[in-house]
C-alpha cells in the first residue's frame, strides 16, 4: 500500500456483504411464500359446494397424490372443474396418519357429469368460521389452523370436523370450519 492512500473494503466483505447476499433473498422469498400474510378468520356462510374427489386414508401430507391422480382423470374425461378442495376429517393431533381420513377433490359446477371410478358430494349452504390468507399451500395450512386455533381459544369454542380447504384463486386458502 502507498503512504497516504485510503484502504476502502469492498461492498462485498463484511456483514454488509452477508447481509445481501444471504439474508435479503431469503426474506424475499419468504415474503413471496406468504410467510409473514396475516390469516383473516370471520364467521360467514358458505356453500353450497358440489365436487369431484377420491377418498383418501394416510397422511395428510400425501393427499395431494389423489388430487394429481383425479386431476388428470377430470382432464382425461373433459369435465369443467374449478379450485381444488381437500375434506379432512380427523385431528391430527389425535388420530394416528395411518387411520386419518379426507377426500381430495375440485368444485365442479352442479350439473357436471363424473367419470366413473371418481365420487362426487355436495356439502351444502352452511354457517362457518372461514380463515383466509394468501400463501404458498405448503404454508397456508400451518397458519390457517393456527389462526383458528386461537381464534376458537378467545371465543372458548372446540374445533369441529371435517373441516374443509379450498385453494385459490392464486395463492389464495381457505379454511372452513361447520361452527
Known sequence: MVEGSVSRRHWSGGWVGALLAFVLPLLL??????VFA????????????????????????L?????????????????PHGAALGVFYDDPRSVPEKARRARAGFILPMDAQVPAGVASDVIPRRRVVMVQVEAHPAIA?????????????????????????RYGPGQVVTLEMPF
Do not use: C, S
Not at 422469498?29 to 406468504?34: S, V
Not at 378468520?41 to 386414508?57: D, I, K, N
Not at 395450512?141 to 380447504?165: F, N, S
Open 141 to 165: 395450512p400451518i397458519k390457517t389452523y393456527r389462526a383458528l386455533d386461537e381464534w376458537l381459544k378467545t371465543q372458548g369454542v372446540a374445533m369441529h370436523w371435517p373441516t374443509l380447504e
Open 38 to 61: 396475516r390469516p383473516q378468520v370471520q364467521v360467514t356462510e358458505t356453500g353450497p359446494y358440489r365436487y369431484a374427489y377420491l377418498p383418501f386414508q394416510g397422511p395428510y401430507y
Open 29 to 34: 422469498i419468504a415474503y413471496f411464500l406468504g
Open 63 to 79: 393427499v395431494n397424490d389423489n388430487l394429481q391422480k383425479l386431476k388428470k382423470t377430470l382432464v382425461l374425461g373433459r369435465v
